[in-house]
């Protein structure tokens, strides 16, 4: 409990200004009742005047509002209840689990050194977790857009939170790539008159300019947008999933045009399909130039795509569609697309860093934030569209990382699969069961969970067995 007094002022006139005219008024009144008592000799010719000239003071000074403050503050912990399974699964060992996993979960508990710098990652996974909820909860709000606002603010401050994490992480991510397989890159610049730059006789990459804006997209499509005016320039690779020839067409509003290369080589792509004008979205046969010739292609052979848009006034919208011959046409996506690699090797199928890549989502996330709050009309399903699409790519940044941090755990034991700690560790582990491993994960003093949680909360800790949740552990204070 903590308890203060103070005198505090809250007139109209300032403490200053009150005491100055209470002081004045004081010295006036004084004067004047002075005169009348000079003439007596005694004591009361002084008293009687102080008397009266204080009374003044104090009546002026009320102008200034003072106030006695008594301040008593009852500080009460927030209560934190946790719940934990203890059916019979918790008795299994996992003796059949990954050795990475194993030295992952060692090192989480301190049992086995870890670099220092990878607990920066780590504060990235939590807040690409807590970015992803968000998203997905903004999705449900649909276009109630003031929910989605709301939501949208918590999910570009975790993104922020996120990539200043792995910024200081200052570690080689290049196993830790954007998400690849199923999206392609999109590279803007605002404003129009950059289509003949992508011409294929012509274009040069000294004369490309630094684009204003890198997204990535879950198939090979821009979804109908209200953005105007922009140049869109998407990449990645097709995969040929069999040996046959293959059809593309695209459909955009307003032009665009499609380029293929015989391999994954950029410099060998040519134009196979375009559109003049506009057509609807999903309209892949409104004109003649829509469609591509039939393209020979092997199974497994990489072949190098991309897609320029010109966006004007009004909705666009861009979208490459694809067909083995005698096949079904589909939207190109899945596992035929893979992401264009800034090396432009494909890398595997890996595509730019995720540090590129979370600040291009994070771009998309302000966006949506800005036309949440945004006087304009804004086109309902477009904004659930984009809303979903931001989710996927924070939910798949999220798996990415996860899975990075698993192969750091991997890249330590074949360093020190030899080693005597490393190896009595694991038979340790071998020997702890599911209880043993939560155990130590939640209340371990140095590294546990709830004892960290205990400095600011009451923690009481329940065990849920068939219909009843008995106490475990508890910190109250």
Known sequence: MKESMALQFSGDLPVWGAFALALGAAAFVFWLYRMETKRRGDRYGWQLPLLRATA???????????????????????RLFVFVDDSDSMALTDEQMLPERKIAALQTLGELPREESMKFLDAAAAQLARAHTSAQLAMRGGAEFPLAGGRLEDVVTHLEEALKSMQLADLDLDRLSA????????????????????????????????PDATRFFEGFAIPTTEATNF???????????ETGKYTFWIASDDRSMLLISRDANPSRSKEVARVEGYVDAGKFDEKPRQESR?????????????????????????????????GKRQILGGQELIAWAEDGTGKDGESDGAESFVQGVLAEAV???????????????????????????????RERLRDYLQYRAADYLARHRESELTTSKLEEFSQWNRR??????????????????????????????????????????
Do not use: C
């Open 367 to 397: 966006d949506l934030q800005e036309l949440s709050t945004s006087d304009e009309g804004v086109n309902p399903l477009d904004f659930s569209r984009r809303l979903k699409s931001l989710a996927v790519n924070v939910g798949r940044m």
């Open 179 to 210: 998400p690849s397989r199923g999206f392609v890159r999109m590279d803007v610049w605002r404003g129009g008159d950059r289509f003949e730059v992508f011409d294929n006789t012509t274009r040069r990459k000294e004369s490309m300019a630094r």
């Open 436 to 477: 043993d491993r939560m155990t130590r994960l939640l209340l371990d003093e140095s590294t546990g969970l709830l004892p960290r949680l205990k400095e600011n909360q009451d923690v009481e800790l329940f065990v849920l067995s068939g219909n009843r949740a008995d106490e475990w552990w508890w910190q109250r204070r």
């Open 56 to 78: 003044v003071f104090l009546a002026a000074f009320i102008l200034a509002g003072p106030v006695l403050h008594h301040e008593r503050v009852i500080r009460e912990l927030g």
């Open 294 to 326: 039939k393209l020979p292609m092997k199974k497994g052979e990489w072949h190098f795509i991309e897609a320029v848009l010109e966006a004007g006034p009004g909705e666009n919208h861009l979208s490459v569609a694809w067909a083995k011959e005698g």
């Open 231 to 241: 140049t869109a320039w998407l990449r990645g690779y097709f995969v040929a999933p």
